[in-house]
């Protein structure tokens, strides 16, 4: 008599596609996280936060150099040539591919003035 263990069977097969499906769910949820990091949106929202504390930080007849390094390679790799980062009104905005970028408002009353060192990828900005 051939007896088999239907039951035992089950579990095992059970606990593989348990296993499998949590590996593919785990393994999505790394490369969306990992991609999102390093994706336009976040570089761009990133460094238009960070140009706009050290304008609302500045005081009049100060000049800061900023590093646009990150901002300058990605916009090469987009293959966007147009100027990285404007002011329009008291938002600064950052764009590294065509469309609209990202922009964060800063609170000073002082103007702004942007030069660009495209060697050096620095941003200087003067009050």
């Given at each position: 008599?051939?007896?088999?263990n239907?039951?035992g069977d089950?579990?095992?097969?059970?606990?593989?596609?348990?296993?499998?499906?949590?590996?593919?769910?785990?393994?999505?949820?790394?490369?969306f996280?990992?991609?999102?990091?390093?994706?336009?949106?976040?570089?761009?929202?990133?460094?238009a936060?960070?140009?706009?504390l050290?304008i609302?930080?500045?005081?009049p007849?100060?000049e800061?150099?900023?590093?646009?390094?990150?901002?300058?390679?990605?916009?090469?790799?987009?293959?966007?040539?147009?100027v990285p980062?404007?002011?329009?009104?008291?938002?600064?905005n950052?764009?590294?591919k065509?469309?609209?970028?990202?922009g964060?408002?800063?609170?000073t009353?002082l103007?702004?003035?942007?030069?660009f060192?495209?060697e050096?990828k620095?941003?200087t900005?003067?009050?």
């Open positions: 008599m051939n007896i088999k239907k039951k089950e579990v095992v097969l059970e606990t593989i596609i348990f296993i499998v499906l949590n590996l593919v769910f785990f393994s999505m949820m790394i490369f996280v990992v991609r999102a990091g390093s994706s336009d949106v976040a570089i761009e929202e990133a460094n936060k960070k140009i706009a050290i609302d930080a500045m005081e007849k100060m800061v150099n900023v590093s646009l390094e990150q901002v300058y390679n990605q916009a090469s790799k987009n293959k966007f040539t147009n980062v404007y002011v329009n009104g008291n938002t600064i950052v764009k590294v065509d469309g609209v970028g990202s964060f408002d800063f609170f009353t103007k702004p003035q942007l030069f060192d495209d050096n620095l941003l900005i003067r009050t």
